[in-house]
């Protein structure tokens, strides 16, 4: 039998079909991270982008914003001297966190229309940039305006926000600190020179000066140069050989005061202010200084009138006369925390009148006690040189006398101007 040669078709198509069918399982199962295909005939070549500061990292964020330190900041800026108007814009920034640069635009009148001192400040106007912390934006430009006076003034735009106040001619000066300077700090702005001398007219001061005395002797002096576009120069005199020259810069104040010994008579001169001549005045709601009330007291013994004054701590010294109507005056001082004493026989018909700092208003009489002996002792009994009352009319008259001691006693007001109780 003959048999027919094997044709190699079939086992190279089963072959290749299970290749095909390895390849399209690999391609299904391979990992994200595989290897991109290859671009297609058409693609372009990409072109990178130019890196910028807004530009997007590869995770989408936006990158964090350079700084700058505040003494490698560089700035540009305008400058009005006559107008009073300046900006500054910071080109480099932001400054770093922690980082600040203050400036300062001030306006000044002055003697001349060029540079001349003694100069005194009208206005100013202070800023300052200031750190950022990072992703932040910072301000980038200030601006600033001052008051220019209608007559001579300078007028300079500074870094920092020290000023100079009055500008003599011992005192500091600007010098490199202002913007636009050719080196130092005021190099780190570019524009034009940021300083201003020019006006027209002399500048005038307007002094005004207020007084008020106050309840111990002194006097304050107010010394006001309130609308004046100068400064004000103030010469003060006083008692005692007291002067003093007080110089008041324009829209200023200064106060003085004066001792009581130095205020009974003051004057006051300054250029264009009519001169002031004066002194200490009391003001009338001066309250006169607290003093305590003493304590005066009387009482009638058997045999004497006697009177007690306590003067308490806070008193004032107390001298009063006491005065009967029969026999010498007695006189009595009592200081201020003392008590003093004053007494007299007792007799029928004794009066005492009280005068001096203390004042009775009128006689006080002595009285017998009911539970005195009927014999003997000064004031015994109603008739001088008879026999003692006894029986019914002795009892009468006791009781008459209980009743004029649970009346009361005689009263009178203590001090200078005034009458003061005394109390039985």
Known sequence: MIRPQLSLRRPLAVTAAALAGLATVLAC?????????????????????????????????????????AADARYTHTFDGPAGRASITLTNGPLCRGEEQELALVSYVTPSAKFAVPQYVLDKSIKKFTGVAPGELGVAT??????????????????????????????????????????GIGARSTGPRAWFNGGSGTCSAAPEVIVESDCDGNVELTLVNRSGNAAATFTITGSGGFTEKVTVPLRKIEKRKLSAGEAQEITVTAAGMKDFTGGWQKPEDCQQPGVGTPDASYESSCDKMIFRISNPEDGTPLTSVFTPNKGEPKKLTVEPGRTGTVSFPARKG????????????????WEQPKDCPSTGGGGGGDQEGGLPVTGAAAGAIAAGAATLLAAGAVLFVVARRRRIRFTV
């Open 142 to 183: 200030l601006d600033f305006a001052v008051e220019v006076p209608n007559c001579y003034t300078q007028v300079d735009f500074v870094f920092g926000s020290k000023l100079i106040d009055p500008l003599t001619d011992t005192s500091d000066r600007y010098g490199d600190r202002k913007v636009g300077s050719p080196s």
């Open 29 to 69: 199962t391979a990992p994200a991270s595989a290897s991109p295909a290859s671009p297609s005939p058409t693609a372009t070549t990409a072109v990178s982008p130019t890196p910028s500061a807004t530009a997007t990292t590869p995770s989408g964020e936006q990158p964090t914003p350079s700084c700058v330190a």
């Open 350 to 365: 004794l009066t005492v009148t009280v005068t001096g700092d203390l004042d009775s208003g009128g006689p006080l009489k």
